[in-house]
C-alpha cells in the first residue's frame, strides 16, 4: 500500500508514520519545506511540488490530510481567521491533486467531534443532527464540505475527539498539574470528554483506507467517554497524586479566552460507524489508556 500524508510533522502525523514503517507501506509525506528521507520507504515532496505536478502522486491508494492551524491558541479575530483558512486552503489543493490524477485515491480527511456542538447530556452518533452554533462547529462545517464536493472520490470525514498520547497533542498538558501535585477537576467537572488512544487513531485511519466501501463521518472516539473530574480522578491515582485543587471556571476563561470552552464544555460521542464495521479498539475505556501511557507510575488507593 502507498500513503501520502500531509501534515505529517505534527503529532498525529508522526505517529501515522510510524505505524505504517512497521507496516512495510510506502508513504508519501507533504512538507512545506524539501528534506531528505532517512528511510527507504519514506519520500517528502512539497506542497508547492504537487501543486506544479499532482501526478507525483500516481500509485497512491489515499491521502490522508491531517493539515491545518492549530487550535491551540487564544482565538483571536486573527487566529480564527488563519484557523479556517488553512483548513480550507489544505482541502482546496488536494481536490485539485485528485483533480489531476487519472485514478483517483480515498481521501481520509480530519474533522472534529465539535461539529456537534456542545451538551452535557445529549449523546451523538455520526447521524445525530449537528448544530453550527460556535467557532469550532463552524469551521468543522466548512471544513467537512469542502471535503465532500471533490468529484469522484471516496471521501472519510475523520471526526476526532480528543487525541491521548504521551508525546504530544492535549495529553501532556492536561497531566501536568497531576505531576506537580495541584490536579483538580476544572470548571464543574462534569463536562464529557470524548477521547481516543494515539494507536487506535492510526490503526482507525488505516481501517479507513482499507475498507473501500466506507465513507462519510466516522467518529475517531473511543466507544466510552469520560467526565473532567472522572479522567482526573484516574490520573491522580494511576500517578499516586493528590486530587483536590479544582480550577474554577473563570480562571480557565481569563487564561485562554473563547478557547477555554474546549476544556469547560464538551460532548459525549459514540463510534457508531466504526463499531458497526467490527473496528476493534486496544483502549476502549480510560483505565487502559492511561495504564498505557502512564506506565512507569505506581497507582494508589483511590
Not at 215 to 225: H, I, K, Y
Request: hydrophobic share 45%; proline share 5%; glycine share 8%.
Amino acid at each position: 500500500m502507498k500513503v501520502a500524508i500531509t501534515g505529517g510533522t505534527g503529532f498525529i502525523g508522526k505517529h501515522l508514520i510510524d505505524y505504517y514503517m512497521k507496516q512495510k507501506a510506502s508513504l508519501l509525506v507533504v512538507v512545506r519545506k524539501k528534506q531528505k528521507s532517512d528511510h527507504p520507504l519514506v519520500r517528502y515532496v512539497t506542497w508547492d511540488e504537487l501543486d506544479a505536478n499532482s501526478r507525483l502522486l500516481e500509485g497512491v491508494d489515499a491521502i490522508v490530510n491531517l493539515a491545518g492551524e492549530t487550535i491551540n491558541q487564544r482565538w483571536t479575530d486573527e487566529a480564527k481567521k488563519r484557523i479556517m483558512q488553512s483548513r480550507l486552503d489544505a482541502v482546496a489543493r488536494v481536490r485539485a491533486w485528485i483533480e489531476g490524477m487519472e485514478t483517483k485515491p480515498a481521501l481520509i480527511n480530519a474533522s472534529a467531534v465539535a461539529i456537534y456542538g456542545m451538551s452535557e447530556t445529549e449523546s451523538f452518533i455520526e447521524e445525530s443532527e449537528w448544530r453550527k452554533d460556535d467557532f469550532l462547529s463552524s469551521v468543522v462545517d466548512e471544513w467537512e464540505a469542502a471535503a465532500e464536493q471533490i468529484p469522484d472520490t471516496r471521501v472519510v470525514l475523520l471526526r476526532l475527539g480528543v487525541v491521548l498520547g504521551k508525546d504530544g497533542g492535549a495529553f501532556p498538558k492536561m497531566i501536568a498539574p497531576f505531576k506537580w501535585g495541584v490536579g483538580g477537576r476544572i470548571g464543574t467537572g462534569t463536562q464529557p470528554m470524548s477521547w481516543i488512544h494515539i494507536d487506535d487513531l492510526c490503526r482507525l485511519i488505516d481501517f479507513c483506507i482499507g475498507d473501500a466501501e466506507l465513507e462519510g463521518p466516522v467518529n475517531a472516539t473511543s466507544p466510552v467517554a469520560v467526565s473532567n473530574d472522572e479522567f482526573g480522578r484516574k490520573v491522580a491515582k494511576q500517578l499516586g497524586k493528590p486530587y483536590r485543587f479544582p480550577v474554577p471556571a473563570f480562571i480557565m476563561k481569563l487564561m485562554f479566552g473563547e478557547m477555554s470552552q474546549l476544556l469547560l464544555k464538551g460532548q459525549r460521542v459514540f463510534p457508531k460507524v466504526a463499531l458497526d464495521r467490527n473496528f476493534h479498539f486496544n483502549y476502549p475505556v480510560i483505565e487502559l489508556a492511561l495504564m498505557d501511557l502512564l506506565p512507569e507510575r505506581k497507582q494508589v488507593k483511590a
